[in-house]
């Protein structure tokens, strides 16, 4: 059976893969851990007093400390497979489609049987106790879900 | 881990159930085939005329036992091989709030519901008990739609 595992940097997707690898997996599971994060915000133009700049160097600045930061947490998550002797295919993107496309766009190309995620991430709107993501994937993916909550 | 595999009639729920024992089983699982039934529903047509509709009442209080055995025979059946797998039916007047205080009680680990069961509204994708489950369940809740 093949299992995507929707992480972000959020408690709850760390507490949500743990589950799954303790309570969940089997050892002929074959293991896709997924991550659409959000592309930085870009500065189009700087007004200095010389007139209207291109900030091409705060731009580099900018997606050089992204793609750090996708880089280490995307380690975050191969050193947990490689800690249990779990193999796993780790897709870690930047992207501009919402989260939840995305998720299900993976679920679909990689042909997984079912997906894991937590039931909010790191969402600004904490009144909801279903996060947009969570609730997105469930109406639209066409295998089962498995939804964790904290 | 302990799992709560809440049914209904529906094909959908019996899929999930044969589902979950096909791919996320594991031996030392205890397992409980759930099921919150309704209270019969008597038309309140019935009542009009002044007189207790006996005769109705009986007929759906009836209809309602049989469904509710018949539920009941069929899962016993699906888990007679299963050693550590038991029936937990109980009566609520609302299921889905039935279906989470049970799973409560249970102190289960892990839900397993279909999508949508037997419910009439067809148009939505996911189904009033499955989302109000998702939404109160303090455990883990696996949402089955094939």
Known sequence: ?150 | MKVFIAVDNSELAEKAFDWYYRELHKDGNDVLVAHSAEYPHIGSYAFLGGQLPVEEIHAASAEATRKYEALKEKYLKKIEDQQSAKIFFEVHEKPAEGLVKMAEKSHCDFIVIGSRGLGAVRRTILGSISDYVMHHAKVPVMVFHK
């Open chain 1, 1 to 150: 059976m093949k299992v995507l595992i929707a992480v972000d940097e959020s408690d709850i997707a760390e507490k949500t893969f743990e589950w799954y690898l303790n309570k969940i997996h089997k050892p002929d599971n074959d293991i896709v851990v997924s991550h659409a994060g959000e592309p930085p915000h870009l500065p189009t133009l700087k007004f200095m007093s010389e007139g209207a700049v291109f900030p091409s160097d705060e731009i580099k600045n900018i997606m050089t400390q992204s793609n750090k930061k996708l880089e280490e947490f995307k380690n975050k998550y191969s050193l947990k497979c490689a800690e249990k002797k779990i193999k796993c295919k780790l897709m870690f993107q930047l992207s501009d489609k919402s989260p939840g496309e995305t998720i299900v766009k993976i679920a679909n190309e990689e042909a997984c049987d079912v997906i894991v995620m937590g039931t909010r991430g790191l969402g600004a709107v904490r009144r909801t106790i279903l996060g947009s993501v969570s609730d997105y994937v469930i109406h639209h993916a066409r295998i089962p879900v498995i939804i964790c909550p904290k």
